[in-house]
């Protein structure tokens, strides 16, 4: 899939960021300048790799790749994997996103109010769930940006 911007010899633990979490915060500056272009998908302009640094300039092909592509719009994101579970709780879970049919059932806004979160909701319209997904992204920057996250 990734065989137009990847070397053939390229693996994925090539672009392991390691465990050191501040890693993220730094690729994200280095590649998008701050929190919101890289939520948008628009890396800086300026950035020049040197031809043998294959693994950046690999990035930079992905992340400035527009229109239809074999790979979806995660292509440039940063991915965390943890070794245990994180509980759903009042401490992690500020908001949640989803049709307002299912905003409006009671269920979900005791689930919603037993953890001191919000419900943002949007129009569901006669579509497939994967249609809904540029409505989400700006649900979720609106919070964001409303919470100061970016």
């Known amino acids: ?6 070397h053939p010899k390229m693996k994925r633990q090539d672009f392991d960021l390691g465990n050191e ?3 993220a915060g730094k ?6 300048g701050s929190n919101l272009s ?6 800086r302009d300026e950035i020049k790799a040197e031809p043998l640094e294959l693994e950046v300039n690999a990035y930079l092909a992905l992340i400035n790749t527009r229109g ?11 991915e965390v994997q943890y070794t245990q579970d994180i509980p759903i709780s009042i401490e ?37 769930p994967s249609e809904s ?7 979720v920057e609106e919070y964001y940006l409303k919470e100061g996250l970016m």
Do not use: Q
């Open 38 to 43: 890289y939520f948008e998908g628009t890396p």
């Open 68 to 78: 239809k592509t074999p790979f979806d719009d995660r292509r440039g994101c940063i």
């Open 92 to 128: 992690n879970l500020k908001a949640i996103i989803l049709p307002s049919r299912a905003a409006k059932d009671e269920k979900v806004k005791k689930f919603a109010r037993d953890r001191n979160s919000i419900i943002i909701s949007y129009t569901c319209h006669h579509s497939k």
């Open 1 to 6: 899939m990734y065989s137009a911007v990847l």
């Open 21 to 23: 979490w501040r890693v």
């Open 27 to 32: 690729l994200v500056d280095a590649f998008y």
């Open 133 to 139: 997904v540029g409505v989400i992204s700006s649900k």
